[in-house]
């Protein structure tokens, strides 16, 4: 059972500053990038592994995504303003849209690749790669894991989906990174087609991500609601305070990272029409304060006949 002293405690319920989450995550992810596809880079090229090369070509990709990915957050967290009165959290969609497209063509470009390598029927070609290359993929694989880590904590920590997004990708270059290093240990083993069929194992995880991030953001774009279940805990929290007769009517839709609820209450149709406004005020700023993720919600109050 958790005490209110460990629930005081836990990460989620500090205080989030998420400029300087937004800051460090990007920080993190491009610096980790360059730093890890340069050094691919050179053990491909010394260590003459093709497959080596090509993964550090989608590592550095990785920089061109976060940098989307940090834009797409920075722009969503723009205040509403004439042209856009509900805010800008949907651009957020966009980029998480957009980086689920580059993960799609990252994916079906090692697949296609995977695929020619093993109907060419020439896999003694392959030049045997050499210790560095191998040491480079382990490397690679538990400095993409750690970052897919450390980004999908707080990408989870700030509501984001174009980080989640981000984290993912940084699993895909770890997955990408297995592959080379089964490759480049089946090659030095006299088995080089294990490369190839590796890579469109790797496609299929690629294409399965990129589908799941794509769908996320179509769904957030899309008006689409919280679920039944959302919906319900949020009556029941609702109906439980003072004044709150019942809830006649829920609707929740989600705006980017954001949710919109439209809400009807009954109250106690005896009361005056300032009684009934300050109920769901007081209805307004609870439920804005205990759902972080509730932008805005409007409330329609219905009188309730005796009470009932």
């Not at 294990?194 to 294409?207: G, K, N, Q």
């Not at 774009?221 to 805990?233: A, N, P, V």
């Amino acid at each position: 059972m958790t005490t209110k002293k460990e629930k005081s405690n836990h990460p989620a319920s500090r205080p989030v500053d998420e400029n300087t989450v937004i800051r460090n995550l990007s920080l993190v992810s491009v610096a980790g990038n360059a730093v890890l596809s340069g050094f691919k880079l050179f053990a491909g090229i010394a260590g003459h592994s093709g497959a080596m090369i090509s993964d550090a070509i989608h590592s550095f990709s990785d920089v061109l995504t976060t940098l989307i990915a940090w834009i797409g957050v920075k722009v969503s967290k723009k205040a509403a303003d004439n042209s856009h009165p509900y805010g800008h959290e949907r651009l957020e969609c966009v980029a998480s849209l957009f980086l689920g497209i580059v993960l799609l063509a990252t994916g079906i470009g090692i697949g296609k690749v995977g695929l020619e390598n093993i109907f060419s029927g020439n896999p003694g070609t392959l030049a045997v790669p050499g210790a560095i290359a191998l040491a480079a993929a382990i490397i690679s694989i538990i400095g993409k894991e750690a970052m897919y880590w450390y980004t999908r904590y707080y990408a989870r920590l700030i509501h984001s989906a174009a980080f989640m997004a981000d984290a993912w990708h940084h699993r895909s270059d770890a997955l990408s990174s297995v592959g080379s290093l089964i490759g480049i240990g089946g090659a030095m083993l006299g088995f080089p087609i294990l490369d190839s069929v590796a890579s469109v194992v790797i496609c299929l995880f690629i294409v399965k991500v990129a589908y799941d991030i794509s769908k996320d953001a179509l769904v957030k774009m899309l008006d689409t609601s919280c679920g039944e279940e959302y919906e319900k805990r949020l009556a029941e929290h609702i109906s439980s305070q003072k004044d709150v007769a019942s809830v006649d009517m829920i609707r929740s839709r989600m705006f980017g990272n954001k949710v919109y609820i439209d809400l009807e209450i009954s109250v106690d149709g005896d009361k005056s029409l300032r009684e009934a406004h300050e109920v769901a005020e007081r209805v307004h700023r609870d439920v804005e304060h205990n759902f972080s993720d509730i932008k805005h919600i409007m409330i329609h109050v219905n009188p309730a006949v005796n009470g009932v």
